[in-house]
């Protein structure tokens, strides 16, 4: 039996119209279960910090379950594709930072392409690290160090979490920029490294400030500069690299990504719950304690951020020959 033309047409576009209208009555309904964001890096670290006090909101704020799970191993790599291979329903989500962008040119061979394959959600900081020096060292200036490191040269260690971290690729940009020859002492993880720095086995170290703020304040650690173009909110009479290294600027961020694919209207709500968490007095003053350097943008202008680091760092990996370990 055939169909009237206008009988046929309406039945068409009826089923165009169904698939979109149920994405979005299932995205209206987003979350109806417990949703997981991967953490790349172990429980109690920094960035495991942040993952919590943000699912935390979210949890409150949406109704549901949002679950940490610690996937460590391969620089962050192994975290990522877990999520690259979850299925593009909101119900995964990654917590994205410096190491993504770094990770990018630092591996020749991963099985995905962070660019392409992690859809951006919402940024959540932009911090600096902290160029800190142990109470040993005869400087009190980045312009005191320099000159102690030109006069030492290669008999000034500075230290790291492990190769191709973000602390590594400040201290390798402060070497090209500042001319100076400094030995790279990579650590498996961020506590090993600054144990030594403290203990005076290693006389430098760029830094995360929820790690170095403590032993900064009791004076254990001299801080020299921070490594953003501007100075930090939390300790604004330390200076930046850049006000004796001009051009110098080396900024840790995080932030949330999803599969590509993910439905935008999802993007969308997250984005909007994450940043009225930003905007939140309990929450900036959570994230304060953790360095501060609240950053909310749009997933847009989240994803341009990611894609400009990581232009940058490559020229940075490829320029310094940084390696795996």
Do not use: C
């Not at 040119?105 to 800190?132: E, G």
């Not at 090993?192 to 005076?200: N, R």
């Amino acid at each position: 039996m055939k169909l009237p033309r206008r009988q046929f047409l309406h039945l068409a576009a009826s089923a165009i119209a169904l698939p979109a209208t149920s994405r979005f009555a299932w995205a209206n309904n987003y979350p109806s279960r417990p949703v997981r964001i991967v953490v790349g890096s172990a429980a109690g670290s920094a960035t495991d910090v942040l993952a919590r006090l943000i699912g935390q909101w979210l949890s409150e704020q949406l109704g549901q379950p949002f679950i940490i799970e610690n996937r460590t191993g391969a620089g962050t790599n192994i975290a990522t594709e877990a999520v690259v291979r979850a299925p593009s329903d909101g119900y995964t989500l990654l917590m994205v930072g410096t190491s993504s962008a770094i990770n990018a040119t630092l591996y020749d061979k991963l099985n995905f392409v962070f660019l392409r394959d992690i859809a951006p959600v919402a940024s959540l900081v932009l911090q600096p690290q902290v160029m800190a020096v142990h109470r040993s060292v005869p400087a009190k200036t980045i312009l005191e160090f320099i000159a102690y490191a030109k006069a030492n040269p290669g008999r000034v260690n500075f230290a790291s979490s492990g190769n191709g971290t973000s602390g590594h690729i400040a201290g390798e940009l402060f070497k090209m920029m500042a001319g100076v020859d400094l030995v790279h002492i990579p650590y498996r993880g961020g506590a090993p490294a600054l144990t030594d720095l403290l203990a005076g086995q290693v006389q430098v170290m760029f830094v995360v400030p929820s790690s170095s703020i403590e032993y900064i304040r009791a004076g254990t650690l001299r801080p020299l500069a921070v490594t953003t173009a501007t100075r930090w909110e939390v300790l604004l009479d330390i200076p930046t690299v850049g006000e004796f290294v001009p051009g110098y600027e080396a900024s840790t961020w995080f932030g949330i990504g999803a599969p590509r694919h993910t439905p935008t209207t999802i993007i969308e709500k997250l984005n909007k719950e994450i940043n009225a968490g930003l905007a939140d007095p309990a929450m900036r003053t959570k994230l304060d304690n953790l360095g501060g350097g609240i950053f909310a943008s749009s997933p847009t202008e989240f994803g341009k951020l990611i894609a400009d680091e990581t232009e940058k760092l490559a020229k940075l990996v490829k320029f310094a020959g940084i390696k795996t370990e």
